[in-house]
T-cell receptor
């Protein structure tokens, strides 16, 4: 989950479809994960979090899945809307610590 | 709640000039973070404070960068002298105490050093 990269992975979906954004995290000791949404010209915005004692957590139209075996995190957005267009970042940390390590981000584009 | 407030929103300066970025965290939040975001390196943590005390500054690029938090409601990030490679968006974030419960980001300061 090191925050590097010249080009962001891009995902394009049709409005109304579901989208899945994936993230591979780097530290097997990480036990707290957060998804952030960043719209153009704005700061990252907290969407949903999950602790390592869970493998799934649901919010409003969003679901986060955690697979600790393969160190994989995903964000599912149901019935995508134009306002969902943004860059989505996963972040990891060790519980009790404050330092977040951000992934490179995925740009989600919603097509009308 | 007004959220995290940053100023200025945009800054254009010439190489060698001093730049000061400002941040007001959310009231009651004990942690304050400074990040830098570029296309090349993504989102990088520069430094963070707990109860106005710097805890980890390992991300500060070099001695040209300094950060202070004189009180619970104000922090500055200073670059002196600035260089073109410092051009980036600088974010301030704050979080409540009790572990990594999610950080709340400000709108950022877009810095361009010519």
């Amino acid at each position: 989950g090191e925050s590097v990269g010249l080009h962001l992975p891009t995902l394009s979906v049709q409005e109304g479809d579901n989208s899945i954004i994936n993230c591979a995290y780097s530290n097997s000791a990480s036990d707290y994960f957060i998804w952030y949404k960043q719209e153009s010209g704005k700061g990252p915005q907290f969407i949903i979090d999950i602790r390592s004692n869970m493998d799934k957590r649901q919010g409003q139209r969003v679901t986060v899945l955690l697979n600790k075996t393969v160190k994989h995190l995903s964000l599912q957005i149901a019935a995508t809307q134009p306002g969902d267009s943004a860059v989505y970042f996963c972040a990891e940390t060790i519980q009790g610590a404050q330092k977040l390590v951000f992934g490179q981000g995925t740009r989600l584009t919603i097509n009308p | 709640d007004a959220g995290v407030i940053q100023s200025p929103r945009h800054e254009v300066t010439e190489m060698g000039q001093e730049v000061t970025l400002r941040c007001k965290p959310i009231s009651g939040h004990d942690y304050l973070f400074w990040y830098r975001q570029t296309m090349m390196r993504g989102l990088e943590l520069l430094i963070y404070f707990n109860n106005n005390v710097p805890i980890d500054d390992s991300g500060m690029p070099e001695d040209r960068f300094s950060a202070k938090m004189p009180n619970a409601s104000f922090s500055t990030l200073k670059i002196q002298p600035s260089e073109p490679r410092d051009s980036a968006v600088y974010f301030c974030a704050s979080s409540p105490s009790g572990g990594a419960s999610g950080q709340y980001f400000g709108p950022g300061t877009r810095l361009l050093v010519l």
